[in-house]
């Protein structure tokens, strides 16, 4: 079974710093797709970020120059790093990966249980 595993959120003020990082773990033979998402109080989850397997990086316009995603395929981990940060920016942030693994002969889609960050002063 494949199991993704966020950490790095927190209460963080206006203006600061905060890195994201999802873990997958399981008999994993190889990732294809990461991306994050998030979702604010009373709204739809959003795509934020995403990464293809050679490295192309795509970004919603909300956080285009702010936000920075990367990956390591040898740990099997995305990362997410967050600079500038608004109140608007607060929400709970989901890990997605397209992953295929010894359970099924296609790419499946897994997500993280979530991680907060919170933007105030």
């Known amino acids: 079974q494949v199991q993704l595993v966020e950490s790095g959120g927190g209460l963080v003020q206006p203006g600061g710093s905060l890195r994201l990082s999802c873990a997958a773990s399981?008999?994993?033979?190889?990732?294809?797709?990461m991306a994050w998402y998030r979702q604010g109080p009373g709204k739809e989850r959003e795509w934020v970020a995403a990464?293809?397997?050679?490295?192309?990086?795509n970004y919603a316009d909300s956080v285009k120059g702010r936000f920075t995603i990367s990956r390591d395929d040898a740990k099997n981990t995305v990362s997410l790093q967050m600079n500038s940060l608004k109140p608007e920016d607060t929400a709970v942030y989901y890990c997605?990966?397209?992953?295929?693994?010894?359970?099924?002969?296609?790419?499946?889609?897994?997500w993280g249980q979530g991680t907060q960050v919170t933007v105030s002063s």
């Open positions: 997605k990966a397209e992953v295929l693994s010894s359970r099924y002969s296609h790419y499946v889609n897994y």
């Open positions: 990464i293809t397997s050679g490295g192309t990086t």
């Open positions: 399981g008999s994993i033979f190889s990732i294809n797709g």
